[in-house]
T-cell receptor, first 117, second 113 residues
Framework: DTAVSQTPKYLVTQMGNDKSIKCEQN?????MYWYKQDSKKFLKIMFS???????INETVPNRFSPKSPDKAHLNLHINSLELGDSAVYFC????????????????FGPGTRLTVT | DAKTTQPNSMESNEEEPVHLPCNHS???????IHWYRQLPSQGPEYVIH???SNVNNRMASLAIAEDRKSSTLILHRATLRDAAVYYC??????????????FGTGTRLKVLA
């Protein structure tokens, strides 16, 4: 069974469109994240959610809106896509409570490669 | 945010041990040292973590300097499947979800057959 899954795996779209990426984890974790990996391979956190509550919101444009309908899902909706949004987006999850945020490891999904043309 | 410094790349022969160094001179007393790796076209994968003592698991060993300002990830017998970018990250405690991993550029490990 896949621990952290993302759909779609590839997404090609035109500038100005709105798109969503879905993420699901079946690990029972309480914290989920979105990361962006750009063309230079830098991996940077965008958001984190703990028990459906937004915790971390890095300096990400308002066009990006995460939504967590339940603890197992964290979706990423992107409005008015721009060329610079082209990247690989990774979802991750961790169990922070009980384990402790300092010690808990994150499980990453396979990534969604977004290409904006 | 405490930062880490790693060599950009390293090479190893297959079946030989690999020692991947990491400097973290500004580490605080409550920071855990985490290692992840990213295989080509995949998401990062947890490898190991530690606080003060050396740690072993099925994937690797982590040797932490006594002053905690550096650590070394040890792959005991490198295989071609270990070719990846290895990231050394400091992770502090705090409330759930508040601490973010700061990924650096990592070390690209090349394993030669």
């Amino acid at each position: 069974d896949t621990a952290v899954s993302q759909t779609p795996k590839y997404l090609v779209t035109q500038m100005g469109n709105d798109k969503s990426i879905k993420c699901e984890q079946n690990l029972g974790h309480d914290t989920m994240y979105w990361y962006k990996q750009d063309s230079k391979k830098f991996l940077k956190i965008m958001f984190s959610y703990n028990n459906k509550e937004l915790i971390i919101n890095e300096t990400v444009p308002n066009r990006f809106s995460p939504k967590s309908p339940d603890k197992a899902h964290l979706n990423l909706h992107i409005n008015s896509l721009e060329l610079g949004d082209s990247a690989v987006y990774f979802c991750a999850s961790s169990q922070d409570q009980e384990v402790g945020p300092g010690r808990s490891e994150q499980y990453f999904g396979p990534g969604t490669r977004l290409t904006v043309t | 945010d405490a930062k880490t410094t790693q060599p950009n790349s390293m090479e190893s022969n297959e079946e030989e041990p690999v020692h991947l160094p990491c400097n973290h001179s500004t580490i605080s007393g409550t920071d855990y040292i985490h290692w992840y790796r990213q295989l080509p076209s995949q998401g990062p994968e947890y490898v190991i973590h530690g606080l003060t003592s050396n740690v072993n698991n099925r994937m690797a060993s982590l040797a932490i300097a006594e002053d905690r300002k550096s650590s070394t990830l040890i792959l005991h017998r490198a295989t071609l499947r270990d070719a990846a970018v290895y990231y050394c990250i400091l992770r502090a405690g705090g409330t759930s979800g508040t601490y973010k991993y700061i990924f650096g550029t990592g070390t690209r490990l090349k394993v030669l057959a």
